[in-house]
């Protein structure tokens, strides 16, 4: 299913890091109007054609090239391997490491980019329990709480040039192509889905074009900076997940995943991701006078599992 067009302001300019991932590419798709740069580790697979300009290098941009708009989106996938030492160091590392040569590169810039928007995730946090949170909330202290806190200081500086910072926390993005949901399909196709352990622990999300448009709305809403959390206004249990996941595929949801034994293999990352949670608020969102395409989840995954395109 083709990215919706975002309503972008005619003309404006975006500079995207990590355009070529599961978020990225789908905003990149949606910003046609829009005259994109997306920054790369690698031109060659990063797959786009004009009018998208690919780059590896910000220092060889002129410093009279104009951006509008910074996204940062790119960083070492959270989710997909085991939390090694070293996997550790680049998870936490790449983020900062992707953002300082963006800073750099705005130091170098004039005219400025209005407004920098950046990942960070609902791991901001930490585990925690029914409580609802929202951008007020204070953080509970684990590895993902510091991978979100070191991100989201990374982009801080430039805020003294005055470029708007907007760190967005966003929660698990709902499209078949990518993270939970490709993850989930698979064993629940199969008739194996089932809760996490109890499945008491909250799951806040976010269906994926709903999270584009949101990035477009914060770009162009200057009431919003500093955190805004990118979820869905009704976070669910993961039992309620499991269920709503079973019925948009019809399939049987019997099944139950232990805790003790994963958490015994996987150590923090089944802790922090499979078994814990948070039940995240979009507060600011609303406020600002964002609305949700998806805010229940059953129309969330019917939508997002009829997308016929299957990404590498
Ligand atoms: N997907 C979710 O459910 C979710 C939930 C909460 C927060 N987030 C955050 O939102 C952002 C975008 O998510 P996403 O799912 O679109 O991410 P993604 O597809 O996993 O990765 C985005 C891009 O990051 C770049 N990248 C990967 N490893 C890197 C490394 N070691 N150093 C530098 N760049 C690297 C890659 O771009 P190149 O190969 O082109 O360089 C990749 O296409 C991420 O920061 C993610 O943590 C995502």
Redesign the pocket.
């Known amino acids: 299913m083709p990215a919706p067009a975002i309503p972008v302001p005619p003309g404006s300019r975006w500079l995207v890091a990590?355009g070529?991932?599961?978020?990225?590419r789908r905003l990149v798709e949606a910003l046609g109007a829009a005259s994109v740069t997306v920054l790369?580790?690698?031109t060659g697979?990063?797959g786009f054609g004009p009018p998208v300009r690919v780059v590896t290098d910000l220092e060889a941009l002129a410093a009279d090239e104009r951006f509008d708009v910074v996204v940062h989106?790119?960083?070492?996938?959270?989710a997909s391997g085991l939390w090694t030492e070293t996997r550790r160091r680049?998870i936490l590392e790449?983020?900062p490491s992707?953002a300082e040569r963006i800073v750099a590169c705005v130091e170098r810039l004039e005219p400025k980019p209005r407004v920098w928007i950046n990942?960070s995730?609902?791991g901001w946090y930490g585990v925690r329990g029914d409580e609802p949170l929202d951008e007020g909330s204070e953080p509970r202290d684990c590895f993902g709480h510091r991978v979100c806190a070191a991100?989201e200081s990374a982009a801080v500086p430039v805020e003294s040039q005055g470029v708007r910072v907007v760190q967005m926390r966003?929660?698990?993005?709902l499209a078949r192509e990518?993270?939970?949901l490709r993850q989930l399909l698979l064993p629940f196709r199969l008739g194996l889905g089932g809760r996490f352990g109890d499945g008491a622990h909250w799951m806040s999300w976010i269906e994926r074009d709903d999270l584009v448009r949101l990035i477009a709305h914060a770009a162009v809403e200057e009431s919003l900076r500093g955190p805004v959390n990118a979820t869905a206004p009704n976070p669910v249990t993961n039992t309620e997940f499991v269920r709503a996941f079973g019925r948009a595929l019809r399939r049987p949801v019997f099944q139950r995943v232990p805790r003790a034994p994963l958490v015994w293999a996987l150590g923090d990352l089944a802790r922090e991701l499979l078994f814990g949670g948070q039940r995240v608020l979009p507060a600011r969102a609303l406020d600002s006078g964002f609305e949700f395409r998806y805010p229940e989840l059953d129309e969330a995954l019917r939508y997002a599992l009829t997308s016929p395109v299957a990404m590498s």
């Open positions: 990590g070529t991932g599961f978020v990225g790369t580790r690698d697979k990063a989106l790119a960083g070492e996938p959270i680049r790449s983020r992707v990942a995730a609902v991100a966003i929660g698990l993005v990518g993270g939970l």
